[in-house]
């Protein structure tokens, strides 16, 4: 199996760290400046490794190897969040043009724009997979700064080309590495996570109106406190989840606000942001009941309850064959310092894997940190990572 | 028993209405320029109702009666909270104004700084009462700008004066005429509450101190979710309160903040603002058990749990003979419509009860709407109010 050269690897991945470099991390969001140079760079490391490299009309940065047969198609994304980590995204992206420049032929890379989310959810994978509309691009802004994902593509000189779309006989499959944004393979000494599914997810963002009144005048009996109907929304979550859930299911209310919240103000209105993740629909599916049930007994309370949103994906299976691949090679580089595992969080593979059969692989977070500009992995993690990675493609494309 | 002149006192409450006026309202945060412009109007007026009136070091707006004997004091607030209602407070100010007009001597009128508590609590009726150090005053400051009491004070021209103080010996009593800030009266169909206590309350702010991480990533059996812990503690409340709870106790919990509250992050810092409240000591200790008992169970759980505020007032019972004295004329003059009722809410009346005998009259608040521009009282039950107070004063005056 040919080597990777792991040097000239960590090399390029210090370079692009330095592209809106934040403290020890880097602050890239999508279409900033630092990203679009970001964007820019990596299409030129592309054309030198001899790929006919592009912008696309979404923002994707695309090498397609110029000679024939099918390929394998490997990426993730280059832009980040707010200091955030300098590997999560950048890493899948190098090690495919790592791969691409090691095995020579028989693949192309992709960094998907905007996998973190600044825009809308996955909207690059999404384009090139045929999963977007016009519709919805016009309609996207960034949730930050309020920019139209229109304005933003024109302003970083992307609206001209068209959008690319993913040519699903040319393609064996997608492969993506990542972080793993945890700590279950630092905490049990392992190097490699083959990922066996990522998970599904349902999002809620929960209403509740009471009556906003003195604290100090109004009798308890005639309050309508919308935030104790949360408060009672939320135990019941966690009196009642972990029955149904299952053993790797992970539910969080990530946030809450009272309104006008004062100390001395009987809340009238309150929110929670809710979600649970699970690699198996049966069990999100279940997990959907007790929130419906939840939702139903908080009507028949005092205040009015209402989901001003809902929403989700389907979990994704990585292939078989893929998973195979990628064990077998790490099984030859690390003996049992691997493990299958779901991905507990979203990756554009779940996107293209709905085109084209997918595979991923994880290396270790250290501390399990992530989203934060102390991330980072052990350089002899993202260099074996990279060949185990170099391996399973070769394996892959022989298999044709 | 002496009438009151009605459109004289509503004349007077319409012209403090304009100053400062809001929508029907009125925004007068203390030592505002229309808070500085609305005392130096009732300095003016006071004079002109025969009263020696100065502003004092610590704002107070004092009218002393020159003529010999015992004095009743009466008073209020003329600030506001924040585009606030135009009676709190200022009604009873200006009821204090009009008895003293209506009897020709025996009523002195205070106006105390900042009831509302831009700066601190009570300030201006401790200052009065000497419960307010000078170090105190060095510390507090305004809890929206950060300006420095001394600061505000200079500014407003305050600071020069000495701070004016009881002389107990001076005073039968004091008398506070208040809106209720509730709908008791309302509901009932009253028009009257003669107050027999004002509650007592204690008050929290408390920090749960967990692991913030990736809400995908993280297992449920490896977390320290500080909002799971607060959500917890709080429906402990709800749970245990109502068995140890008197008939009229109130409990609130007025705010609630996640760190650092987004979708996909399990919060690593969760912050409650709590209080309770009654008219009976026993029961308020009672309450403060239950909320160390769920204290001492949190510090059981995963995330470390502190108190980063305790505080409250003492319960203060009005005298029993003002309160008969308040009952007979409103008995007098609306017979069958009025009760005895607590306070829920604090008042000045609170501080200055701890120097002398105090009573406390209430009038209804239209559906029960206080703390916002859209607070009121019929013109009628205001008048109403006022001879039913200048009655109770006479007649307290009379017996000497």
Redesign the interface.
């Known amino acids: 199996m040919p080597a990777i050269d792991g040097n000239r690897l960590l090399k390029d991945l210090y370079a692009a760290r330095e592209i809106g470099k934040y403290k020890t991390g880097v602050h890239r969001p999508t279409f900033s400046p630092q990203d679009i140079e970001a964007r820019h760079w990596l299409a030129a490391k592309l054309t030198e490794a001899g790929l006919e490299s592009s912008i696309d009309g979404i923002g994707n940065v695309y090498g397609r190897d110029p000679t024939p047969g099918r390929k394998l198609l490997m990426g993730s994304h280059m832009e980040t969040q707010n200091h955030a980590g300098w590997l999560d995204g950048a890493m899948g992206v190098i090690y495919g043009l790592e791969v691409a420049r090691t095995l020579g032929h028989g693949i192309d890379v992709g960094s998907w724009a905007d996998e973190e989310g600044h825009f809308g959810p996955f909207i690059g994978s999404r384009s090139f997979c045929g999963l977007l509309t016009e519709h919805e691009i016009d309609v996207c802004s960034n949730r930050e700064t309020g920019v139209s994902l229109r304005d933003a593509l024109r302003q970083a000189g992307f609206s001209g080309p068209p959008r690319q779309k993913i040519d699903t006989a040319r393609y064996r499959g997608y492969l993506e590495a990542h972080i ?5 393979l630092e905490d049990h000494h392992l190097r490699l996570g083959i990922v066996t599914a990522i ?1 599904g ?1 349902r ?1 809620y963002r929960i209403h509740f109106k009471g009556q906003q ?8 009996s ?1 309050r309508k ?1 919308a ?2 109907a949360l ?2 929304f ?2 019941g979550i ?1 009196e009642r989840f972990p029955a149904v ?1 299952g053993p ?11 309104e006008p ?7 009238g209105g309150a929110e929670l ?1 809710f ?1 649970f ?1 699970d690699t198996d629909p049966a069990v999100l599916e279940a997990l959907e009941k007790v929130i419906d049930g939840l939702l139903e007994e908080a009507a028949k309370g005092p205040c009015e309850v209402s989901v001003t949103y809902r929403g989700g994906s389907t979990p994704s299976a990585m292939d078989p064959g893929f998973q195979a691949a990628l064990q077998e090679s790490a099984q030859r580089h690390a003996p049992g310092l691997h493990q299958p595992m779901p ?4 990756h554009d593979a779940q996107i293209i894997s709905q085109m084209v059969p997918a595979g991923m692989l994880f290396v270790p977070s250290i501390g ?1 940190i ?2 934060h500009y102390a991330e980072n992995t052990r350089d002899e993690d993202i260099v074996l990572g990279c060949q185990v990675f170099c391996d399973a493609a070769a394996a892959i494309l022989e298999k044709g």
């Open positions: 793993e944004q945890g700590a279950e998970v997810s999002r009144n003195h604290a100090g005048t109004t009798r308890m005639v406190d935030g104790v408060v009672k939320v135990a966690e859930a790797r299911t992970v539910w969080t209310t990530g946030d809450i606000k009272l919240g004062a100390a001395s103000v009987v809340p942001v979600q993740r991905s507990g969080a979203g399990g992530s989203h």
